[in-house]
Each structure stands twice: as C-alpha cells, then as structure tokens.
C-alpha cells in the first residue's frame, strides 16, 4: 500500500511540446492564457475599457462648407438623338500621303451612330480618356472596305471624315482585337452604305464638285466610288506587333 501512495503523489511530467520549446499545451489552452482568464475575458475586458472611453469623431459637431460650389450641368455628346448600331474598341490610323506612311490616330470605342429622325448613319470615334474624336464621317454611298493584306482583323477604306472640324478626305486603316468583330464592323458598315445610299438618292443624290477658275481642265470629283478605285494602288504594309514601326501622329 505504500509503495502504491508513494507512485500516486509522485509529479506528473508535462508532454513534450510539439511546435517548439517556448509552447505548452498543458490542460488549458496556449501559454499564458488560463481556463478562467482566455479569450473570452481578455476580449470581454477590451470591450469595456472602449465603451467607456470617449468617441471623439462621435462627438465632433463641425459643419464644414466646401470653399466652392459647384453645380451640377448636363454634358451634351452630340449622340443624343442617335441609337448605337454597333460599339467596339478599336485602334485607327490614317495615311500620311506627304511621309508615304501611316500615322496612329487613336485607340477607343468605335460606333456606327443611326439618326433616329434621318435614319443616316455615321461613324464616331473617340480616345480613351480623353475623349478626343479621331474619326466622325457619314458613311457614304460607294465607300469599300479592303481586307488589309496578311491581317482579317483590319479594314481599309478611304472617306470624307470631319474629325478635325473641317471636311477633309482620309484614308484610314482600323484594326479590331478579333475576326468576328472585324466582320461584324464589315456587315453593320456595308448595310448602312446602302442605307445611306438609298437616302441620299431620294434627297436629289451626291452634287459634283465644280472645277474653280484657273484651274483648267481638271477633272471633276465624282464621288467616293472614285475616289476608292484611286487609292487602291497605295500600298498597305502590314504592322508585326502594336507599337513596333508606328509613328504616331503629332497632335
């Protein structure tokens, strides 16, 4: 019987710790925290202390006035009356026929814009951020899209465009991040051309340009159709990655 109380009342030995020497797990929880003093009543303590303590941003009653004011206005984009065909993100260029090469004109959405009143259909063409328009032209009868060479994602076509404001006749080159955007731009262009051409035509059709004095026997502007077949002999050249061999248009 002795010897058995003698084993009883000898200490016992805590388990070697698993993560290391500095961590116990001896009955109740992580050391230092004990079963009546845990996270319960650490937690319960905290909360008491900020209850009690003063909120200041609570008890701040500043009003402050903004040094300006500023009014709300509507900001007008001209498309107001037009419904949106079609909308994508594009890149554009236009050929700088005095360098002999092209010039980037923008990166950003693309839309083919129908009046809802006319029921003529333009494109519109803004850069990102800025906002700035790069292309703006009525489609006109006779306008041709090219497939450019090597590259079923880009169009060439040539067009009275008035992005800067004043007519001037361009010949640019778009490019879509896919084929079937491309093709759709292709579809939803091709069928508003022969809108706008069934339109025009009711209206009286195109007016030729006269020749001004002085300028002798020149031959007349006959439209875009001409136009088209001119610049067919201007050569494309076809850019490997974006940013490579592109010289952008000095604003």
Same mark, same amino acid.
Request: glycine fraction near 10%.
């Given at each position: 019987?002795?010897?058995?109380?003698?084993?009883?009342?000898?200490?016992?030995?805590?388990?070697?710790?698993?993560?290391?020497?500095?961590?116990?797990?001896?009955?109740?929880?992580?050391?230092?925290?004990?079963?009546?003093?845990?996270?319960?009543?650490?937690?319960?303590?905290?909360?008491?202390?900020?209850?009690?303590?003063?909120?200041?941003?609570? =008890?701040?009653?500043? *009003? %402050? @006035?903004? &040094?300006?004011?500023?009014?709300?206005?509507?900001?007008?984009?001209?498309? +107001?009356? /037009?419904?949106?065909?079609?909308?994508?993100?594009?890149?554009?260029?236009?050929?700088?026929?005095?360098?002999?090469?092209?010039?980037?004109?923008?990166?950003?959405?693309?839309?083919?814009?129908?009046?809802?009143?006319?029921?003529?259909?333009?494109?519109?063409?803004?850069?990102?951020?800025?906002?700035?328009?790069?292309?703006?032209?009525?489609?006109?009868?006779?306008?041709?899209?090219?497939?450019?060479?090597?590259?079923?994602?880009?169009?060439?076509?040539?067009?009275?465009?008035?992005?800067?404001?004043?007519?001037?006749?361009?010949?640019?080159?778009?490019?879509?991040?896919?084929? =079937?955007?491309?093709? *759709? %731009? @292709?579809? &939803?262009?091709?069928?508003?051309?022969?809108?706008?051409?069934?339109?025009? +035509?009711? /209206?009286?059709?195109?007016?030729?340009?006269?020749?001004?004095?002085?300028?002798?026997?020149?031959?007349?502007?006959?439209?875009?159709?001409?136009?088209?077949?001119?610049?067919?002999?201007?050569?494309?050249?076809?850019?490997?990655?974006?940013?490579?061999?592109?010289?952008?248009?000095?604003?």
């Amino acid at each position: 019987m002795a010897e058995e109380q003698t084993k009883e009342e000898e200490p016992k030995v805590a388990p070697t710790p698993i993560f290391g020497q500095g961590s116990t797990f001896a009955g109740t929880g992580f050391s230092g925290f004990s079963a009546s003093a845990g996270f319960a009543s650490s937690a319960g303590s905290g909360a008491g202390s900020g209850a009690a303590a003063s909120n200041p941003e609570e =008890e701040c009653q500043a *009003e %402050f @006035k903004p &040094v300006v004011q500023l009014e709300k206005s509507e900001v007008t984009t001209g498309e +107001e009356s /037009e419904e949106v065909k079609l909308e994508y993100k594009a890149k554009l260029y236009r050929y700088d026929f005095e360098k002999q090469e092209w010039k980037e004109r923008g990166v950003g959405p693309c839309k083919i814009l129908e009046d809802k009143k006319t029921k003529k259909i333009r494109v519109l063409m803004r850069r990102d951020k800025l906002h700035k328009i790069c292309a703006n032209f009525l489609i006109m009868p006779g306008t041709t899209l090219q497939n450019h060479q090597g590259n079923d994602k880009t169009w060439v076509w040539s067009t009275p465009d008035f992005a800067e404001e004043e007519m001037r006749t361009e010949l640019f080159c778009i490019r879509f991040g896919t084929t =079937e955007k491309a093709n *759709e %731009f @292709k579809d &939803v262009f091709e069928a508003a051309e022969k809108t706008n051409a069934k339109i025009i +035509e009711e /209206e009286g059709g195109l007016e030729a340009k006269e020749p001004e004095e002085g300028e002798g026997e020149k031959e007349k502007d006959t439209g875009a159709d001409d136009l088209a077949k001119d610049l067919e002999s201007v050569k494309v050249e076809e850019k490997k990655e974006e940013g490579e061999g592109e010289k952008k248009e000095e604003e």
